[in-house]
């Protein structure tokens, strides 16, 4: 029996849906190779647990980088080791669907088909984040109501206004997830003069990060290396911190919502009005991120539900849409 594999291919983490079960598989998009041999060692979760502590010879790298492909042998081999762990040894070859960034290029979105052609499917097909994301958050994208969805990934925020199975505006930025742990070491680097891993970043976001009103006596400790000692050393950093290390990129994500809002219909801007916007990805979870975006844009924004998995979920269930969508943002390639 035929399965059909929905899969949002994200900056920072992989997520896999098959159609009838649900959410299958879900691992960091890590690869570890052995410098020496160019050989790839492991993908995934394993390859995670390798990041800063593998010997001078193995490096474990992320094949994409702002939502896009930046090693394409990687990409290909890792998008094969996924779709084998979901189907084994079947027969029959299954559909894929891979979400893109709503501002993936011709160029771009051919290397994703190609890569994902390799991993011994009957079809590929390229479906954007924000359209994905709608319909994985149960939005009926078929009505002739204007609903926004923001999505904000490990790569980029994408954002786009969608009725009548079609994209009425859209943007997309890459600053995401990513984009914020890296604020926030550089911003530790500068103040405390410590250096913090990319793991410790990226735990501090997410259990000490809040966009607003946040507390600087809500602190929590993270473990470093002092640049002048080169020693270990210890620090409290607190939520004020995370914000100002924070608020710059939050800024640029309402000022690209905004812009999407302005080349929108006023009928449509009503609709939005009315439902608020919807949020889904990893970046939806950041604390006070919706409560900031919705007192600079003065639109009601909520979060999805499950919104980390809602993109790879849409993604699944795209194949339902696939004869409705308009706009040219579904694209399908035989092997």
Do not use: W
């Amino acid at each position: 029996m035929a399965i059909d594999i929905g899969i949002d291919l994200g900056t920072a983490s992989v997520i896999v849906y098959v159609k009838g079960k649900g959410v299958v598989l879900t691992e960091p998009t890590i690869v570890a190779i052995d410098t020496r041999t160019g050989k790839i060692i492991t993908f995934g979760q394993k390859a995670h647990d390798m990041l800063g502590r593998t010997p001078l010879h193995i490096k474990a790298i992320t094949p994409l980088h702002d939502g896009v492909i930046s090693d394409y042998y990687i990409t290909e081999e890792m998008i094969k080791y996924f779709v084998k762990k979901i189907c084994g040894n079947r027969i029959v070859k299954p559909r894929l669907t891979i979400c893109v960034p709503s501002g993936v290029t011709d160029v771009e979105s051919k290397a994703v088909v190609e890569a994902a052609s390799t991993a011994n499917v009957r079809k590929v097909f390229l479906i954007e984040e924000p359209v994905a994301a709608a319909i994985g958050a149960g939005i009926d994208i078929s009505k002739p109501i204007g609903r926004m969805i923001v999505d904000i990934g490990g790569g980029t925020t994408d954002a786009a206004v969608i009725s009548l199975n079609g994209v009425v505006a859209k943007a997309s930025v890459k600053i995401a997830g990513k984009k914020m742990d890296e604020a926030l070491i550089r911003y530790i680097r500068n103040k405390h003069n410590v250096l913090l891993g990319d793991k410790t970043a990226e735990q501090l976001k997410i259990n000490l990060g809040n966009m607003f009103d946040p507390n600087e006596e809500i602190v929590r400790e993270a473990k470093g290396r002092n640049l002048v000692t080169g020693l270990p050393q210890i620090i409290e950093i607190n939520e004020v911190e995370t914000y100002e290390a924070f608020e710059e990129y939050a800024y640029s994500i309402a000022l690209m919502i905004q812009s999407v809002i302005e080349r929108t219909p006023p009928e449509l801007v009503a609709d939005i009005a009315e439902h608020g916007i919807v949020m889904t990805g990893g970046g939806a979870l950041l604390k006070g991120l919706p409560k900031y975006l919705q007192y600079h844009l003065n639109v009601k924004t909520i979060v999805a539900d499950n919104p980390i998995d809602c993109v790879a979920k849409g993604t699944g269930e795209s194949f339902d849409y696939l004869t409705h969508l308009t706009d040219g943002f579904v694209v399908s390639a035989s092997k």
